[in-house]
């Protein structure tokens, strides 16, 4: 059982009935005795004079006005029977155990009590004004809380099922108000984790005055720093990038005006220098790119994008490229697929990705592209995977090399030509159109990343060769 209302209810509940329960026993056992003993001792001391007081009546006044008084018993007696040695005197019927019990206290002379499912019986033996024997019968029904427990069983089962539904609903508002800030909590945490710095818990009520409550505030402390170092990590990102553009543009224009003028002995320092300009330049770019992503600023109208006809333009573009460098780029499957948003920053996407994998794939391998239709828990979407045959990635940096700037192996990284921000620019543009990027290692080797993206409309399938094919414009499906 994993979800914490769930526990707190049934815990609740259970814990209440079970208190219910041995509260009824425990009051049953012990008031039962005390009650038992009290009525004992009250008619013990009561019943001789009552007893004479009938044999008297029934001597002196005759048997109409003692039936008269037995029609009429007092309490707390349900009945009152009186006998003589052979019969009951108000002549009704009465059942063997009645006669038996005062058959006991008519030979032993004394008072007799006992207890049937039914009640109490006591029986008492007098003598009247005559010297002749009687015997006095009381019956009292049995205790309320004896009858509780000693009802039939459509009424015992009615009474449990009122005291589970009344602890039910009692538990039920117990639990929703113990887990209540707790959910709220998980979903403020769930959020800032997807990356929504804004996530907050928010101020709890005025009756919410316990550690939940403290513990809300303390993650709503966290949140508000964290969104405050981000979001200068982000602005101060922006900022030298944009300061950076100026002197790059001089130093690239100094350069045009020494190479008219340079001798030819110096080309090739220069063409080095052009060179480095070049990719700093790109840099640059890249973290102008990231900053907008991170701070909203690529925000565009969405648009139908169709996703076959991108992968198969990047596949093509990327393989031509690829083969100056003994390598292939080859698509296994293309699905129609098309989903809504901004067909630049999902090229930009999908070629990070394939020119990563063309990177790092060991010559003389291809990286394959596939573009597949799924309908998984997170509904119909379509998911695109790139495979390189490289080294793959070390099994704790799979989730890592989609942060800025994170380098596996810094030396690989740098005679690649990158810097750690291919990757990250891709998860951005991923989560921007509401999808999710992951990476895994392939049994056979290599690196598989997947890109998920939701669909926009439901669609016709349409399935592709599995065999790979070049990604050339010629050997692709229309």
């Not at 002549?91 to 206290?105: K, Q, T, W």
């Not at 209540?180 to 800032?192: D, F, G, N, T, Y």
């Not at 090739?268 to 990719?279: F, G, I, S, T, Y």
């Not at 990343?449 to 094919?469: K, N």
Request: hydrophobic share 40%; net charge neutral.
């Amino acid at each position: 059982m994993r979800s914490l209302f769930a526990k707190v209810f049934l815990w609740f509940w259970v814990a209440m009935v079970l208190v219910g329960a041995t509260l009824i026993f425990t009051i049953f056992k012990t008031q039962t005795v005390f009650v038992e003993a009290r009525e004992d001792e009250r008619d013990r001391a009561l019943s001789p004079s009552f007893a004479a007081n009938l044999a008297d009546i029934y001597e002196r006044q005759g048997p109409p006005a003692l039936s008269a008084y037995l029609k009429y018993p007092p309490r707390p007696y349900a009945s009152v029977y009186f006998f003589t040695e052979d019969r009951e005197l108000s002549g009704r019927v009465v059942d063997s155990l009645v006669n038996e019990i005062a058959r006991r206290a008519r030979d032993s002379g004394e008072t007799q009590i006992a207890r049937t499912s039914e009640g109490r019986v006591l029986a008492q033996s007098a003598a009247g004004p005559s010297g002749k024997r009687y015997v006095l019968l009381l019956q009292t029904r049995a205790h309320p809380i004896a009858d509780f427990l000693q009802a039939k069983p459509a009424g015992q089962v009615l009474r449990i099922a009122a005291v589970f539904l009344v602890a039910g609903i009692v538990c039920l508002w117990l639990a929703r108000q113990i887990t209540a800030p707790v959910r709220k909590l998980s979903e403020a945490a769930r959020q800032l984790a997807n990356g929504n710095l804004a996530a907050r818990v928010g101020k709890p009520s005025i009756m919410q005055r316990d550690e939940i409550a403290d513990l809300g505030r303390d993650f709503d402390d966290m949140a508000e720093r964290i969104e405050s170092l981000i979001s200068a990590q982000r602005r101060l990102i922006g900022d030298i990038s944009h300061e950076l553009r100026s002197p790059l543009t001089r130093i690239s224009v100094a350069l045009g005006i020494a190479r008219r003028n340079a001798n030819p002995e110096c080309n090739h320092a220069l063409n080095r220098m052009e060179r480095e300009v070049e990719r700093l330049n790109q840099l640059i770019g890249n973290l102008l790119k990231l900053a907008r992503f991170e701070t909203g600023a690529e925000l565009m109208k969405p648009s139908p994008v169709k996703l076959d006809l991108l992968l198969r333009e990047v596949a093509q573009d990327a393989d031509f490229e690829a083969r100056n460098r003994d390598r292939l780029v080859t698509v296994a499957r293309l699905d129609s697929c098309s989903v809504e948003g901004s067909e630049e920053l999902l090229r930009s996407a999908v070629e990070n990705i394939v020119r990563n994998a063309v990177n790092y794939t060991a010559e003389g391998t291809e990286v394959e592209l596939r573009l597949e239709r799924v309908c998984d828990s997170f509904g119909e979407g379509a998911v695109i995977r790139v495979r390189d045959h490289g080294r793959g990635v070390p099994q704790e940096s799979l989730e890592q090399i989609f942060q800025p700037f994170y380098r596996i192996d810094d030396a690989r990284e740098r005679s690649a030509g990158g810097v750690g921000l291919g990757l990250a620019i891709t998860e951005r543009a991923v989560r921007l159109h509401g999808g999710r990027v992951k990476a895994e290692n392939s049994p056979s080797g290599g690196l598989i990343v997947e890109l998920h993206l939701p669909l926009m409309t439901v669609v016709e399938l349409s399935v592709r060769p599995a065999t790979p094919v070049p990604a050339t414009s010629a050997e692709l499906p229309s």
